[in-house]
C-alpha cells in the first residue's frame, strides 16, 4: 500500500469518529470539515507527504521549532501547520493534533 493511501486510511479512521466531520476534496486534496471549516489536509508540498492543521495561533511557533513541521504554504499566517507524514507517524499524537483542529475549526464556525 503506498505511503499516502496507507496515511488516508489511518486519517480517516480518526476523523470519522468525529461529530458532523465530512471528507471532501479542495484543490485536489482530501480535505476534512467541521461543517463548512476545514480542520485536516493530506497534501504533497514540495515532494513530502504532509497533514496540514489548525493549531493555535498563540502555539503555531511551538510547532514549528519541531523539524516535523513547517508553516503551512498559502493560510499558515492563518494559524496552521503542516506535520510530515511520509515516514514513521505517531498515530496517538496525530489523533490530539486532528482533535484540536477540529475543535478550533468549530469554534470558528460560531465567530
Not at 482530501?30 to 463548512?36: E, M, R, S, V
Not at 497533514?51 to 496552521?80: C, M, N, S
Request: aromatic share 10%.
Amino acid at each position: 500500500m503506498a505511503a499516502e493511501t496507507r496515511v488516508l486510511c489511518e486519517l480517516r479512521t480518526i476523523c470519522t469518529t468525529l461529530a458532523h466531520a465530512l471528507e471532501t476534496t479542495t484543490f485536489g486534496h482530501p480535505t476534512f470539515c467541521n461543517g463548512k471549516n476545514a480542520f485536516a489536509v493530506l497534501e504533497t508540498y514540495k515532494g513530502e507527504l504532509s497533514l496540514a492543521l489548525r493549531v493555535e495561533k498563540e502555539h503555531q511557533a511551538l510547532f514549528l521549532k519541531d523539524p516535523r513541521f513547517y508553516l503551512t504554504p498559502y493560510i499558515g499566517g492563518k494559524g496552521w501547520v503542516s506535520l510530515r507524514v511520509g515516514g514513521k507517524v505517531s498515530w496517538t499524537e496525530v489523533r490530539g493534533l486532528v482533535e484540536e483542529s477540529y475543535r478550533l475549526a468549530g469554534l470558528r464556525k460560531r465567530k
